[in-house]
T-cell receptor, first 114, second 115 residues
């Protein structure tokens, strides 16, 4: 497809389980961002890649959160030992890498931790 | 560091106008505006770069006062399709190339347009 694709769209995890969320950006987009959006709130920055390099991970809430983009295309956000407070929509966005520029968002992965 | 948006929510009748404000305590390089409908991805509206710059998109326009570190989004003659949550995203002034277009978003303004 032409847009940013995220999977799974919905994920229910038991507390303590590990989850992996995938983002497939628009082809050719250099920059990739992960955001966390709690219900009724704005997206909160988690981390940013330029190609395969993770240039900013200042928003990752704990060392249970890990993101990678090994070949500079698809990215995975992994959350280990999930907690209830991790429940949120995780949004991925990509851009051409021309700054400033439009971010193209995926529809998000809604994570519910029971 | 998160910009503050006001109002938090607004209800309009079709054809009415609205203004959404975004204010930052930090010096800004750019301000971006996005609209998000329930359960959907945020969609880009516009970017403002310079102090006092105004941009337009259909009947939606915005201004950016760099000195006051504020931006306003103007919706005129609102349509039902304008309903959604509006977010401003701010990019802080920085000489570092690796800011990379990172945006910090406000908490959102929920706009409801009624027939």
């Amino acid at each position: 497809g032409a847009g940013v694709s995220q999977s799974p769209r919905y994920k229910v995890a038991k507390r303590g389980q590990d989850v992996a969320l995938r983002c497939d950006p628009i082809s050719g987009h250099v920059s990739l961002f992960w955001y966390q959006q709690a219900l009724g709130q704005g997206p909160e920055f988690l981390t940013y890649f330029q190609n395969e390099a993770q240039l900013d991970k200042s928003g990752l809430p704990s060392d249970r959160f890990f993101a990678e983009r090994p070949e500079g295309s698809v990215s995975t956000l992994k959350i280990q030992r999930t907690q209830q407070e991790d429940s949120a929509v995780y949004l991925c966005a990509s851009s051409l890498g021309i700054f400033p520029g439009e971010l193209f968002f995926g529809e998000g992965s809604r994570l519910t931790v029971l | 560091q998160q910009p503050v948006q006001s109002p938090q929510a607004v209800i309009l009748r079709e054809g009415e106008d609205a203004v959404i404000n975004c204010s930052s305590s930090k010096a800004l390089y750019s301000v971006h505006w996005y609209r998000q409908k329930h359960g959907e991805a945020p969609v880009f509206l516009m970017i403002l770069l310079k102090g006092g710059e105004q941009k337009g998109h259909e009947k939606i326009s915005a201004s950016f006062n760099e000195k006051k570190q504020q931006s306003s989004l103007y919706l005129t003659a609102s349509q039902l399709s304008y309903s959604g949550t509006y977010f401003c995203g701010t990019e802080m002034s920085s000489g570092r190339y690796d800011q990379g277009g990172k945006l910090i978003f406000g908490q959102g303004t929920e706009l409801s347009v009624k027939p």
